[in-house]
């Protein structure tokens, strides 16, 4: 699966990445990373305002002699960052059934978890891995270090879809395991129909920084279908008869508009990094280019 996921150019650039928290993260060992938590090493990160209380021993003299006005060094410290990638392996991600696998959900999602979790174990950092399915959530890790590659890859060949998921159920019990705060990104379609809010909500809660990453294929974003179809709900085996012209594809539009302006907005009152992508998309673009402007890797 390694060759099949990674070709060596793709490897080289994935190698000068690494995942980034902005929030404050308590490392349990030192790994190979600047973090924005400020701490007591010797390499000068920014100034801020003195205010009452502060440690007169990390004023700059040299600026207060110049303005008259004292303010703290902040420094930079080295830490490892906890990393959590959540997985959707509902059945809605087994799709498209036929057609290009290489715009398969459930492909697509595993290639750039893997990506992810490949930049973090490179760089020192704790990974976790967990697949959310009804049937019960698969697990992996934590792990540490790119000697670790192979076994993730080979975990996840053998990952699968099924059934239906509640997906804020899923993220509220990862919110009770991952008792360290890291770094939690939910790959999903998030085709679900209780949301997730109240599931990022208890991860946040519990003090982690979180990327939500929507992968959701090319026909589902602008179908191309007209007619009258008998569509089947892929998780709970539902049909539905339905007749498609014009005015129902604009107003599917319209509604897939909003379900994605309502996502978004949440995540921004929230701080959440959020990013929907269809699997048209090269996966190391996202990795390399989205991610990047997101802010979730450098």
């Known amino acids: 699966m390694?060759?099949?996921?990674?070709?060596?150019t793709t490897l080289r650039k994935l190698d000068s990445l690494m995942l980034v928290a902005q929030k404050i993260r308590a490392g349990a060992i030192k790994g190979e990373r600047r973090s924005s938590r400020r701490g007591t090493s010797i390499e000068f990160a920014d100034y801020r305002n003195y205010v009452r209380g502060d440690d007169l021993r990390r004023i700059d003299w040299n600026i207060y002699a110049r303005l008259d006005r004292p303010f703290i060094k902040l420094l930079e410290d080295e830490e490892d960052l906890a990393v959590y990638l959540l997985l959707d392996a509902s059945a809605s991600m087994d799709w498209p059934r036929s057609g290009n696998r290489e715009q398969h959900k459930f492909v697509y999602a595993r290639r750039v978890l893997a990506g992810l979790?490949?930049?973090?174990?490179?760089?020192?950092?704790?990974v976790a891995i967990q697949l959310l399915r009804r049937d019960g959530t698969a697990h992996l890790g934590p792990l540490r270090g790119r000697?670790?590659?192979?076994?993730?890859?080979?975990?996840?060949?053998?990952?699968?879809?099924?059934?239906?998921?509640?997906?804020?159920?899923?993220l509220r019990e990862v919110a009770?395991?991952?008792?360290?705060?890291?770094?939690?990104?939910?790959?999903?379609?998030?085709?679900?129909?209780?949301?997730?809010?109240?599931?990022?909500?208890?991860?946040?809660?519990r003090g982690h920084e979180i990327a939500v990453i929507q992968v959701l294929s090319p026909d589902e974003v602008k179908p191309q279908i007209s007619g009258d179809l008998r569509l089947i709900d892929v998780e709970?085996?539902?049909p539905q008869e339905v007749s498609i012209d014009p005015g129902i594809l604009d107003l599917y539009r319209q509604r897939f508009e909003a379900w994605q302006n309502q996502i978004a907005a949440f995540c921004v009152r929230r701080g959440i990094h959020f990013v929907m992508v269809e699997t048209s998309m090269p996966w190391e673009q996202l990795l390399l280019m989205e991610l990047r402007r997101l802010g979730v890797v450098r």
């Open 2 to 8: 390694a060759e099949r996921l990674f070709d060596e």
């Open 117 to 126: 979790a490949y930049i973090a174990l490179g760089t020192g950092d704790r």
């Open 147 to 170: 000697g670790q590659t192979l076994k993730l890859l080979a975990w996840l060949e053998d990952g699968y879809t099924r059934g239906e998921l509640d997906l804020n159920e899923a």
């Open 176 to 205: 009770l395991r991952a008792t360290r705060p890291g770094l939690v990104v939910l790959l999903s379609d998030l085709m679900v129909p209780d949301g997730l809010e109240d599931g990022l909500r208890a991860l946040q809660g």
């Open 236 to 238: 709970t085996g539902t």
